[in-house]
């Protein structure tokens, strides 16, 4: 089950899960100052009245610090020690920021011992909690029960869902064969499509229906599609659902009309207005505390290729509506990378990098000098990677909806970033591609904000650098 808000789908079991974690972060701060100061300590009332100030920034640090280690992902594919090394990394950020509040606001304060037990408890209760929460997931019983109307093309997609993430929400009960399909689907999963519908989906208590027929225009029964939705039942597109789940706009079963008559696609003005804002604000912000680092890393270019090294490069890049600008970044390759003309991708371990080219590639220091662009208004902190007028050229010839990433302003950091690595292939384009549309179409600056904290995540772990 998904719940929308502010134009995100939000999963409802990750929703539970942050919430019993938050729970149990509250109450990590007053149980470790029960187990410090021992029987002899302030009565449990008077913790109550002292302490929950504490726990509350505790717990809000915890949450935000395990969402930016992308643990409220339903793309976290950890194994369990991955998981421990991200739930200490996050937890780590509730004590710094508790530190922080206690230099602030004395009053808040409690000592080191009381604020080491609270994080070994939240990490051991949080690990624990996420394993049991796993296994119950698995249940069927948290599940909701899909029927598909259609068994072509289209309803085999749904089959080729490989990852555990994007099937975890639901259950397949059956593939009804309709009129026009060219059945791609395992005769073990076929339905003889019953003669009353509606009668079929209560028997058997289906909580959505998927329309995936390869040929609308036969077999498409409006008034038991109708009884369906009247009952409760929720009636979807298959590249809307497809969408809820993935999270991207799956192009291979999408039309222009869908996206013509689609909810998305919307912004307000007071809504650019607020995002202008943010960027410039973070902007300045960023290169006032990230300044040291950019002039450490001017100096190491310096040293490795001589006085005389370019240390900032920029580059033509494709923006918002088409428009051409120069992007900067610091320089991480040799100085005859490309010869004049020619455009490639980067590879993987490409030799045209220097060593403190790969350094700066890895944790994206190479990316800082795009906050100039972002204060010029050229880019976004958020927004589709903008690509180079040469590429683009080409993609939009291969590639349909291609060039409707430039509705947007291209971004650092992006939806795509976060959920696919480095692209270097048509391939790769085509896969970023249909996560960029997604974020275009559901947009918003929460969207925007939860990008941002979860690009932590992509910077400390060095996911999809080159």
């Not at 995100?8 to 149980?31: N, Q, S, T």
């Not at 920021?97 to 409690?110: D, M, T």
Request: hydrophobic letters at 50%; charged letters at 20%; one cysteine or more.
């Amino acid at each position: 089950m998904s719940i929308r808000l502010f134009r995100l789908h939000l999963k409802a079991p990750i929703l539970v899960l942050a919430a019993i974690e938050a729970a149990l972060f509250y109450f990590a701060v007053l149980l470790a100052a029960t187990l410090w100061y021992g029987p002899e300590g302030p009565s449990t009332a008077s913790r109550l009245g002292t302490l929950w100030p504490t726990a509350l920034l505790f717990c809000i640090g915890a949450v935000a610090g395990l969402f930016a280690m992308g643990l409220y992902s339903s793309r976290q594919r950890s194994s369990r020690t991955g998981l421990i090394f991200r739930t200490v990394a996050g937890v780590m950020f509730a004590s710094v920021l508790c530190a922080l509040a206690f230099y602030l606001v004395p009053a808040l304060k409690v000592g080191p011992a009381v604020l080491g037990l609270s994080v070994l408890v939240s990490v051991v209760s949080s690990v624990v909690v996420r394993i049991l929460f796993e296994r119950v997931l698995d249940q069927d019983l948290f599940r909701r029960r899909v029927l598909v109307l259609g068994a072509g093309q289209h309803a085999a997609s749904l089959l080729q869902l490989r990852r555990r993430s994007d099937r975890r929400g639901f259950k397949l009960v059956a593939f009804i064969e309709t009129e026009g399909d060219a059945v791609s689907v395992v005769p073990e999963r076929l339905l003889t499509r019953p003669t009353d519908l509606f009668a079929w989906v209560q028997e058997h208590e289906i909580d959505e229906v998927v329309i995936a027929m390869d040929d609308r225009r036969q077999g498409f029964r409006v008034h038991e599609l109708l009884e369906c939705r009247l009952a409760g039942v929720e009636v979807l597109e298959l590249a809307t659902f497809l969408e809820r789940e993935t999270g991207k706009v799956r192009l291979d079963v999408t039309s222009p009309s869908w996206f013509i008559f689609c909810d998305g696609f919307r912004v307000s003005p007071l809504q650019l207005a607020l995002v202008r804002f943010f960027d410039i604000a973070s902007s300045l912000g960023l290169l006032m505390v990230a300044s040291p680092l950019m002039a450490l890393t001017a100096l190491a270019i310096k040293l490795e290729d001589g006085p005389g090294a370019q240390v900032v490069y920029s580059q033509p890049r494709v923006g918002q509506h088409g428009k051409v600008f120069n992007v900067l970044k610091f320089r991480s390759m040799r100085a005859d990378a490309e010869k004049p003309g020619e455009a490639r991708w980067a590879v993987s371990d490409d030799p045209r990098v220097t060593r403190v080219g790969a350094l700066i590639r890895k944790i994206r220091i190479d990316e800082l000098p795009q906050l100039l662009n972002v204060l010029r208004g050229e880019m976004s902190f958020v927004g589709p990677r903008p690509e180079r007028p040469e590429f683009v050229q080409h993609l939009e010839q291969v590639i349909p909806y291609y060039s409707e990433r430039h509705s947007v302003k291209p971004g650092i950091t992006g939806w795509a970033q976060l959920c696919y690595p480095y692209g270097a292939s048509e391939k790769d384009a085509l896969e970023k591609l249909q996560y960029d549309l997604y974020y275009v179409k559901n947009r918003s600056l929460m969207f925007d904000l939860a990008i941002l904290m979860q690009t932590v995540e992509v910077v400390l772990w060095g996911k999809g650098a080159r």
